[in-house]
Each structure stands twice: as structure tokens, then as C-alpha cells.
């Protein structure tokens, strides 16, 4: 069974800071990878899709790499911004499946 | 374009009645889920659709019930509620599955059972 783990839970950074929530999963087998975030009392919001036979994908000042061999996602923020304050769940997909990790709360402070 | 939405957004029940939480997307997806997400705990697959009349189980069924007569609703149906199924539930959908297709979510709906 497909294992998602998403360290650390939470993390608090200074603006304009760059940093890296990671993400790792145990079976190489997926489709795709994506990085959703998460307001509080709101619904996920997919920010980056990587398909399996891609290393990284970019948006904006957000970059997420992935390694599929090792079993880990990385997602780079640069430049944070208090904005950028919520939660952010990687999610592996198996084809009719996704499994999600538990989170990294972010809190970027002014 | 409304996308995924889910009424109600909040419900108490008490133990042992029931309910059923409403899905609709509007974007001709074929790919329907529901998800559970318990604090601490990450979201969990409760079943899933891939077409009208097709569903399939998840990771935790037990206690659901789910229908896809039409491309566009897939309602979850809660029998005999019960505390272990306080939680938020999201509903999601995708255009066929495919590996370069996001997930799109719902707003969810704060379920207690007391």
C-alpha cells in the first residue's frame, strides 16, 4: 500500500525567505505527483503536476522536483510571502487512486 | 464555471441517523472521488466513480454509500451515523484519470455526529 510522508508538519519562516517542503512516498509506481494547498476551512487547490517521466514543474516563484526512483518530491518556495501561509498536501496518484500525505502548515511571518 | 460544489457546508446529526452530502461538478468530468480529512490524519479515499453507473471502493467504505446516475452528481450517503464519522468530506473530480490531469475539489462539508 501506497505510503505518503510529508516532513516537517509544520514550519514557520520569515518574509521573503526561500525554503522546501518535502515530500516521500514508498512505491515508485505512480502517475503523477501533485502539490495541492490548503486554506483553512477551504477546499485543495492543485498547484504543480508532475507526471512520472517529468523531473520538475514551475509556477510562478514555486518549483516542485521529483525523483521517483528515491521516492521523494520537493516543492521550493521562493521569496515567501505572508500569502503563502497555509497548508500544502503532495498527493501521489495510481491511476483511479490518489494518496495523500498529511501536510506541512506553513506560516510566513511579516 | 462553478466547478466542484458540495452542500451542505455544515451538518450535526446525532447517532444513528442519516444523510447524504451532494456532489455536482459542471465540467464534464468523468473522474468523481470522495475524500474524508481528519485532523493530523491526511485525506482518505471513501469510493470513487469513473463514469455514470461505475463505482468502486476505497481505502474506507464502511459505513457509505455512494450512486453515479449521471455524469454530474455523486452523492455520498451516510446509513445509521455514527461519532467515528465526525470529519470534513471533499468531493473531487478529474477529466478521465489521465496522468497529466488535475484534481479539482470541493469547498467540503464539516460533518459532526453527536
Known amino acids: 500500500k501506497q505510503e505518503v510522508t510529508q516532513i516537517p508538519a509544520a514550519l514557520s519562516v520569515p518574509e521573503g525567505e526561500n525554503l522546501v517542503l518535502n515530500c516521500s512516498f514508498t512505491d515508485s509506481a505512480i502517475y503523477n505527483l501533485q502539490w495541492f494547498r490548503q486554506d483553512p476551512g477551504k477546499g485543495l487547490t492543485s498547484l504543480l503536476l508532475?507526471?512520472?517521466?517529468?523531473r520538475e514543474q514551475t509556477s510562478g516563484r514555486l518549483n516542485a522536483s521529483l525523483d521517483k526512483s528515491s521516492g521523494r518530491s520537493t516543492l521550493y518556495i521562493a521569496a515567501s510571502q505572508p500569502g503563502d501561509s497555509a497548508t500544502y498536501l503532495c498527493a501521489v496518484s495510481t491511476g483511479n487512486q490518489f494518496y495523500f500525505g498529511t501536510g506541512t502548515s506553513l506560516t510566513v511571518i511579516p | 464555471n462553478a466547478g466542484v460544489t458540495q452542500t451542505p457546508k455544515f451538518r450535526i446529526l446525532k447517532i444513528g441517523q442519516s444523510m447524504t452530502l451532494q456532489c455536482a461538478q459542471d465540467?464534464?468530468?468523468?473522474?468523481m472521488y470522495w475524500y474524508r480529512q481528519d485532523p493530523g490524519m491526511g485525506l482518505k479515499l471513501i469510493y470513487y466513480?469513473?463514469?455514470?453507473?461505475?463505482?468502486d471502493k476505497g481505502e474506507v467504505p464502511n459505513g457509505y454509500n455512494v450512486s453515479r446516475s449521471t455524469t454530474e452528481d455523486f452523492p455520498l450517503r451516510l446509513e445509521l451515523a455514527a461519532p467515528s464519522q465526525t470529519s470534513v468530506y471533499f468531493c473531487a473530480s478529474s477529466p478521465s484519470g489521465g496522468a497529466n490531469e488535475k484534481l479539482f475539489f470541493g469547498s467540503g462539508t464539516q460533518l459532526s455526529v453527536l
Open positions: 465540467m464534464n468530468h468523468n473522474y
Open positions: 508532475i507526471q512520472s517521466s517529468q
Open positions: 466513480s469513473v463514469g455514470a453507473g461505475i463505482t
